[in-house]
Nanobody, 127 residues
């Protein structure tokens, strides 16, 4: 069972930038689609960004489009990144990395598609 490990969270001021990283416990690039979700206490987990295994299909939620960028590096060991710019207090939450093996070459917004999840990393943005 592939495990995911997120890193890069922290506390920042509004307008700052952060980069989150997520790496699987073993080599997993072929057909391994990945995504980021966010959860705020008391609310449902929400989709943030997703990328297919090739890295040529990317989708974003409207709330982060233009500010966040998802990317991946399949060179040695797949790592997916979430570059977050111009952070806002409403971006605060626990960010989860998710992944799934699928022969459908696409990136998925629906969390029910994903079978692997990380433990989450906290991002706090102060005004």
């Amino acid at each position: 069972q592939v495990q995911l490990a997120e890193s890069g969270g922290g506390s920042v001021q509004a307008g700052d930038s952060l980069r989150l990283s997520c790496a699987p416990s073993e080599r997993a690039s072929l057909w391994f689609h990945m995504a980021w979700f966010r959860q705020v206490a008391g609310r449902e987990r929400e989709f943030i960004a997703t990328i297919n295994w090739r890295g040529d299909k990317k989708y974003y939620s409207d709330s982060v489009k233009g500010r966040f960028t998802i990317s991946r590096d399949n060179a040695v060991k797949t790592t997916v990144y979430l570059q977050m710019a111009n952070l806002k207090p409403e971006d605060t939450g626990v960010y989860y990395c998710a992944a799934v093996y699928s022969s459908i070459d696409d990136a998925f917004r629906d969390e029910r598609r994903y079978s692997h999840w990380g433990q989450g990393t906290q991002v706090t943005v102060s005004s």
